[in-house]
């Protein structure tokens, strides 16, 4: 099992310009999430999705948009960027609503100039 | 309005000391508690858990206490290793959402 994988590792934007971040896990779980990571404020939740075709907003939504179309994939998109969104973003995973333990990805460092 | 506060950013204690990590919530609705380890460059890797129920659990060197009247939990490490240097979360949920917030973390160095 490759557990939960996220690509780009690094990423460089451009204010305006717009990126999906990729998220895959490979182990059938139902729930996933994105956080953003920033110095001095933790983990913070972006969007959660409780199985495929379900989403729900975080804590820090605004900015950025999901979807949910397999139960492997969940992709962030940010459409028109910002240098507010200069962050390390992590996905995670776990079996289901039910199990609190999250399987986290080994994150995106976005930079936004 | 961070409903999970790690007021302590950084932690230095010595080789085979106790380290004591504190974590304080707002939310009465939360009833799972989490702690999660981050070295750096890499996602953070689930520790240990509490639920509501309970006011102890322990896994080996890292024991978590949770004092809900106060709304406050902190982790143990006895003894603390050079190896068990990294930034700790806490992380909270409860509800029909299952979401998980977590704290602002707290660095942990542990010299030898």
């Known amino acids: 099992n490759a557990g939960v994988t996220q690509t780009p590792k690094f990423q460089v934007l451009k204010t305006g310009q717009s990126m999906t971040l990729q998220c895959a896990q490979d182990?059938?779980?139902?729930?996933m999430s994105w956080y953003r990571q920033d110095p001095g404020m933790g983990l913070r939740l972006i969007h959660y999705s409780v199985g495929a075709g379900i989403t729900d907003q975080g804590e820090v939504p605004n900015g950025y948009n999901v979807s949910r179309s397999t139960t492997e994939d969940f992709p962030l998109r940010l459409l028109s960027a910002a240098p507010s969104q200069t962050s390390v973003y992590f996905c995670a995973s776990r079996p289901g609503l039910a199990s609190n333990e999250q399987f986290f990805g080994p994150g995106t460092r976005l930079t936004v100039l | 309005d961070q409903q999970v506060k790690q007021n302590s950013p950084s932690l230095s204690v010595q080789e085979g000391r106790i380290s004591i990590l504190n974590c304080d919530y707002t939310?009465?609705?939360?009833?799972?508690f989490l702690w999660y380890k981050k070295y750096p460059a890499e996602g953070p890797t689930f520790l240990i858990s509490i639920s509501s129920i309970k006011d102890k659990n322990e896994d080996g060197r890292f024991t978590v206490f949770l004092n809900k009247s106060a709304k406050h939990l902190s982790l143990h490490i006895v003894p603390s290793q050079p190896g068990d240097s990294a930034v700790y979360f806490c992380a909270a949920s409860g509800g029909n959402t299952g979401k998980l917030i977590f704290g602002q973390g707290t660095t942990l160095q542990v010299k030898p």
């Open positions: 939310n009465s609705m939360f009833d799972y």
């Open positions: 182990m059938n779980h139902e729930y």
